[in-house]
């Protein structure tokens, strides 16, 4: 089994910064891709952001030039830096990871812009 322990969502005004962690803990021996998804009320869950063991990363269309994807392997965590953020980006951000024998979803952490 695989734990994941998200943080760092809260209440921002519109331009504001949030940043995004993700700590994997467990039964872990490899871990490939790491993921940020985002899941808007009325609406479906949707990919923000990946970064792949090699650190090459991938971003939505909507947030490129404003997230940034990271990871510290070390500590099995990956971190989502959200600047000049828009009400738009209000969601529940969720955190995926997949490791050497499945894929395992955080419990997802809010985030609010608005003025």
């Known amino acids: 089994q695989v734990q994941l322990v998200e943080s760092g969502g809260g209440l921002v005004q519109p331009g504001g910064s949030l940043r995004l962690s993700c700590a994997a803990s467990g039964s872990i021996l490899s871990i490939y891709t790491m993921s940020w998804y985002r899941q808007a009320p009325g609406k479906q869950r949707e990919l923000v952001a990946s970064?792949?063991?090699?650190?090459?990363?991938n971003y939505a269309d909507s947030v490129k030039g404003r997230f940034t994807i990271s990871r510290n392997n070390a500590k099995n965590t990956v971190f989502l830096q959200m600047n000049s953020l828009k009400p738009e980006d209000t969601a529940v951000y969720y955190c995926?990871?997949?490791?050497?024998?499945?894929?395992?979803w955080g419990q997802g952490t809010q985030v609010t812009v608005s003025s």
């Open positions: 970064i792949a063991s090699g650190s090459s990363t």
């Open positions: 995926k990871v997949a490791v050497n024998h499945g894929d395992y």
